[in-house]
């Protein structure tokens, strides 16, 4: 069974950093594109940055130059560094992964950015 567990959301001031991490299970973790999203309230849920198998990364223009993706193969993690948090930037952010048709989410964490 895929699992994906997502930790390390909170609220932060304007110009703050949160890591967030996405721990999964029951996938061969290595051989997986993982990806975060976002959703904020009264908004569809959107792509913030991907990384793929070989460590290639994409991310939104809104998050480029700020947010930082990568993966720890060994702990079967994925890591999102977020520096420079903006108000905008508050979402639950969600972790997710995909295999053939199947496509799995974690449970999200919330990111609040306010003073």
């Known amino acids: 069974q895929v699992q994906l567990v997502e930790s390390g959301g909170g609220l932060v001031q304007p110009g703050g950093s949160l890591r967030l991490s996405c721990a999964a299970s029951?996938?061969?973790?290595?051989?997986?594109?993982m990806t975060w999203y976002r959703q904020a309230p009264g908004k569809q849920r959107e792509l913030v940055a991907g990384?793929?198998?070989?460590?290639?990364?994409n991310y939104a223009d809104s998050v480029k130059g700020r947010f930082t993706i990568s993966r720890d193969n060994a702990k079967n993690t994925v890591y999102l560094q977020m520096n420079s948090l903006k108000p905008e930037d508050t979402a639950v952010y969600y972790c997710?992964?995909?295999?053939?048709?199947?496509?799995?989410w974690g449970q999200g964490t919330q990111v609040t950015v306010s003073s």
């Open positions: 029951g996938i061969l973790f290595k051989f997986y594109s």
């Open positions: 997710n992964t995909r295999h053939l048709a199947a496509e799995y």
């Open positions: 990384i793929t198998s070989g460590e290639s990364t």
